[in-house]
């Protein structure tokens, strides 16, 4: 898909490839990395993320990426990393498969969807265990279709998250206009916590609100037992990081649980 936004807010382009996603010249694949839930020690989700076919780095792929072919990107990221999480063994857990996703990408997400329906379906993943997480950090060329593509994925039953929430171009007027199912923390805002006071009440503000709009919070990012002690003291459920588990390229990797231990905030 290329699209266009004209000066007077309306959309032109065309879904490029919408049966198959064609048109990508370079190939990738997937690694996975946990979301736990703490309490009950239990892998929430995998955040599958883009690598080369070799388990190269993520710029290496996105390098590739441009204008012409970002539609078709898109269609199969979603298409990988549905498949490689199947082979990976995901079916055989209880665990849901978070996928990031362009929304600048998306011309018409009822039709968008078809091809990510159609794989799901072929290696028997439900819908319900799918979950498509975007990026503050991508400029919203258009608010509005952004929030039709999250209502309409919704409807159909998928999750829907924004990632790097405080770190991007809107915050908190974007999550005005739309609720998400969850929202992830920017590791800025957890990176050290468990010794700055600010970082603390600022997380602890935002699980507050998110509890009144009914929308789970992830803690991403999370290095040290210092900062992983403080979130559960705050009562993050979420947790996300290196301390847990790297990315494991085409696999599902295992947790390392920290020692049980909170200190006072």
């Excluded at 997400?109 to 979950?131: E, F, H, N, Y």
């Excluded at 405080?166 to 920017?186: E, S, T, V, Y």
């Excluded at 998110?210 to 559960?232: F, K, N, Q, S």
Aim: net charge negative; glycine share 8%; aromatic share 8%.
């Amino acid at each position: 898909m290329i699209s266009v936004t004209k000066p007077d807010g309306s959309r032109s382009g065309g879904c490029v490839g919408c049966r198959d996603g064609a048109g990508l010249s370079f190939a990738f694949s997937m690694a996975f990395q946990p979301i736990v839930d703490v309490e009950t020690e239990t892998v929430f989700a995998y955040e599958a993320l883009v690598r080369g076919p070799e388990g190269q780095s993520a710029a290496s792929v996105l390098g590739q990426v441009d204008p012409a072919n970002l539609y078709a990107f898109d269609q199969q990221c979603r298409v990988r990393a549905i498949e490689a999480s199947v082979k990976a063994g995901l079916l055989d857990t209880s665990a849901r498969l978070s996928i990031n996703f362009l929304p600048n990408a998306v011309y018409s997400p009822a039709a968008c969807i078809q091809l990510t329906l159609k794989t799901a379906a072929a290696v028997g993943m439900p819908i319900d265990r799918l979950i498509f997480e975007f990026t503050e950090n991508e400029e919203m060329l258009d608010p509005t279709h952004v929030a039709n593509i999250i209502a309409t994925y919704q409807k159909m039953g998928f999750g829907t998250a924004l990632d790097d929430f405080g770190a991007g171009h809107a915050g908190l007027n974007l999550l005005a206009r739309f609720q998400p199912d969850i929202i992830k923390l920017d590791m800025e805002l957890i990176r050290d916590i468990d010794t700055s006071l600010p970082r603390r009440m600022i997380v602890e503000g935002m699980l507050k609100m998110c509890a009144g709009l009914g929308i789970a919070v992830i803690a991403e990012g999370v290095e040290t037992e210092g900062e992983y002690d403080a979130l559960r003291a705050l009562g993050v459920r979420y947790i996300q990081g290196y301390l847990l588990a790297k990315p494991a390229f085409e696999a599902l990797p295992a947790v390392n649980w920290p020692k049980k231990q909170l200190i006072a905030v």
